[in-house]
């Protein structure tokens, strides 16, 4: 057990050590995905994304109606 508590401590302090990106990193970002995708590619892919999202929650939000109405039947069921 120690050895696996050890590592969660390396990686969290390599995690601290490393950070997130701050202002001007994120400048570079934007800008090296402009360079690799071209100005007219990048309202594509904006879309591509949130279609993508938007998917991913009405998909979340249909499971969630699917399981209310499965425990609502087992109630039913058990009543």
């Known amino acids: 057990m120690?050895?696996?508590?050890n590592f969660k401590e390396i990686s969290m302090n390599i995690i601290l050590l490393l950070?997130?990106?701050?202002?001007?990193?994120?400048?570079?970002?934007l800008l090296v995905i402009l360079l690799l995708?071209?100005?007219?590619?990048?309202?594509?892919?904006a879309k591509g994304m949130?279609?993508?999202?938007?998917?991913?929650k009405s998909g979340m939000a249909e499971a969630?109606?699917?399981d209310?109405?499965?425990s609502g039947k087992d109630k039913a069921k058990s009543a």
């Open 19 to 29: 950070g997130l990106p701050g202002g001007i990193e994120w400048v570079i970002i």
């Open 50 to 56: 949130g279609e993508s999202i938007r998917n991913f």
């Open 68 to 70: 209310e109405k499965s």
């Open 37 to 45: 995708f071209g100005a007219n590619r990048l309202p594509q892919l």
């Open 2 to 5: 120690p050895l696996e508590s």
């Open 64 to 66: 969630e109606t699917e």
